[in-house]
């Protein structure tokens, strides 16, 4: 079965960094790209960042200096890596792999970030 497990997220201080890892499994995983999502309350789910098959990598505005975006395809897993975090970071980030016919989501992990 495909699955997309998210680990890695909890609580930091703002200033703090956190690293999200993305392990998929039941799929090519290699010729996906690969995106992270966050999702506030009460708001809509929003693009983070994402990186191609081909390891060209993308960012929002928002993290843009604070953020790296990475895979390593022999372990089937992407990383998110995020430093001087801000309280409007807080939100539960979800994997996605796709490509062409292809859109897994994993279940989220929640980053709060808080004093």
């Keep these: 079965q495909v699955q997309l497990v998210e680990s890695g997220g909890g609580l930091v201080q703002p200033g703090g960094s956190l690293r999200l890892s993305c392990a998929a499994s ?3 995983f290699g ?11 009460g708001k809509q789910r929003e ?3 994402f990186i191609t098959r081909d390891g060209v990598a993308n960012y929002e505005d928002s993290v843009k200096g604070r953020a790296t975006i990475s ?3 022999a372990k ?3 990383y998110l890596e995020m430093n001087s975090l801000k309280p409007e970071d807080t939100a539960v980030y979800y994997c996605r792999t ?3 016919g292809r859109d897994y989501w ?5 980053v ?3 004093s």
Excluded at 31 to 41: D, F, H, M
Excluded at 106 to 110: A, E, F, M
């Design 26 to 28: 039941g799929m090519n």
């Design 31 to 41: 010729i996906n790209a690969v995106g992270w999502y966050r999702q506030a309350p």
């Design 47 to 49: 693009l983070v960042s």
């Design 71 to 73: 895979r390593d395809n």
């Design 76 to 78: 089937n897993t992407a």
């Design 98 to 100: 796709f490509g062409v």
């Design 106 to 110: 994993g279940q989220g992990t929640q």
């Design 112 to 114: 709060t970030v808080s």
